[in-house]
């Protein structure tokens, strides 16, 4: 294997060295910064961050009763968080929450909104403009992260509260030290009823997946890396069956693509339904596999031949809040989610399934996220590449900065 030695820093190779994932020592070596370990701290960014939340006074929020509408402003990561809140709060909060991912905030926010400003670093330029907008329009105003940095200043400046989070270097590795600081806001504001319980039951669920994770684990009882075997050579398709799992699907898009530096098309199954669905049918899909020998060892395969492989991640519901629901119901998603699975496998297009488990939505997008996370990082390990350091990255950052 000939490694990738570019002007821009970029290394790994083309093909893909399986047996690297079991080789733990080899898996340290090559993750120098520490990505793996990062992700393991899941569980604890969120004990640590509802810890640091209870400590800033929010009660000041809920002064003004509620907002016209929530806007969680940020990109990458921190604009997920949004996602999250939206998702959580479900389809009955009484406000729109709307995640924005481009500097400033949308004309018509003022006094009677509220502004979750999120930066892992504390100066990404698109959450500093909106906290700063937001200042100036008498917005109620809230900001998240690293303490000591330009937004905590811009915080300080309009007597806004500021929640720290610690720094974990990239952001992608604290997506639930971002995520909890706001879930606790848009609890303050009315919007989410999600409590000390369910946070406690999502870090136990984190920790217990970073645990089946570890990279001690051999391949064949490490759900990561049999997630990252399955995904090798191939261009994957991340559906989510409910707007819960869609979250995790994107989710996953944005580490595949970061860690791994594989192209991934993510999204919603029901959107895709009615178009995207015929990729099942495309060069990459059916075609690709109508000469395929089903019996044949995976091993035995042609590695020159690109081919889809479809992630689906199932979210079957909270039947607690089945009655309550105003979406559409689990059964059609479910029933959606059987339909693009039998399309599927009918075309020779093989489907690595997740299931969402857990008592709480938090806690179930926690079991859809956690495993995939892990599955981007040791399948770019596998491509020699370091998942903390992104070249292409760094190198757009100079380009577009003033």
């Known amino acids: ?10 290394r790994g190779h083309r093909e893909i060295d399986l047996s690297l994932l079991d080789d733990a020592a080899a898996l340290e070596r090559n993750d120098p910064g520490g990505m793996l370990r990062a992700t393991a701290s899941a569980g604890a960014q969120v004990r640590e961050s509802a810890a640091l939340a209870a400590e800033t006074d929010l009660s000041a929020l809920a002064d003004e009763g509620r907002p016209r509408a929530v806007v969680v402003a940020g990109v990458g990561t ?7 809140l939206e998702t959580v709060a479900g389809p009955r909060c009484p406000v729109p929450v709307l995640a924005h991912r481009s500097a400033g905030i949308p004309g018509w926010v003022g006094a009677a909104d509220v502004v979750i400003a999120v930066s892992a670093s504390g100066r990404s330029p698109e959450a500093l403009a909106a906290a700063e907008a937001a200042g100036r329009r008498g917005a109620r105003l809230v900001a998240i992260g690293a303490p000591d940095t330009q937004l905590h200043a811009l915080a300080d400046r309009f007597r806004a509260p500021f929640i720290p989070v610690p720094r974990r270097a990239p952001a992608r590795a604290s997506l639930w030290g971002l995520a909890v600081p706001v879930l606790l806001a848009g609890r303050q504001l009315g919007l989410v009823k999600v409590n000390e319980a369910d946070f406690a039951e999502t870090a136990s669920r984190l920790d ?6 570890r990279m001690t684990l051999e391949s064949f009882v490490n759900p990561g890396k049999s997630l990252a075997l399955d995904l090798a050579r191939s261009v994957p398709i991340v559906w989510g069956s409910s707007p819960l799992a869609n979250v995790a699907a994107r989710r996953f898009g944005d580490t595949l693509a970061a860690n791994a530096r594989y192209p991934a098309v993510a999204g919603a199954l029901g959107e895709a339904g009615r178009g995207r669905v015929g990729l099942l049918d495309g060069v990459y899909g059916g075609l690709a596999e109508a000469g395929r020998d089903i ?18 991640l199932r979210d079957g519901g909270l039947s607690a809040d089945e009655e309550e629901a105003d979406g559409e119901p689990s059964a059609v998603e479910e029933k959606r989610a059987e339909a693009v699975q039998q399309l599927a496998e009918r075309r020779g297009v093989r489907v690595s399934l997740i299931t969402a488990e857990g008592g709480s939505a938090l806690e179930r997008l926690a079991s859809l996220v956690a495993v995939p996370d892990f599955a981007s990082i040791y399948l770019g390990l596998a491509h020699g590449f370091d998942p903390m350091a992104v070249p292409a990255v760094s190198e757009m950052k100079e380009l577009v900065s003033p």
């Open 78 to 84: 921190a604009a997920r968080t949004g996602d999250i």
């Open 295 to 312: 019996f044949a060892d995976p091993s035995d395969e042609d590695e020159s031949v690109t081919r889809l492989r479809l992630v689906l």
């Open 1 to 10: 294997m000939n490694p990738l030695e570019g002007t821009a820093g970029v």
């Open 208 to 213: 217990a997946d970073a645990d089946r994770c």
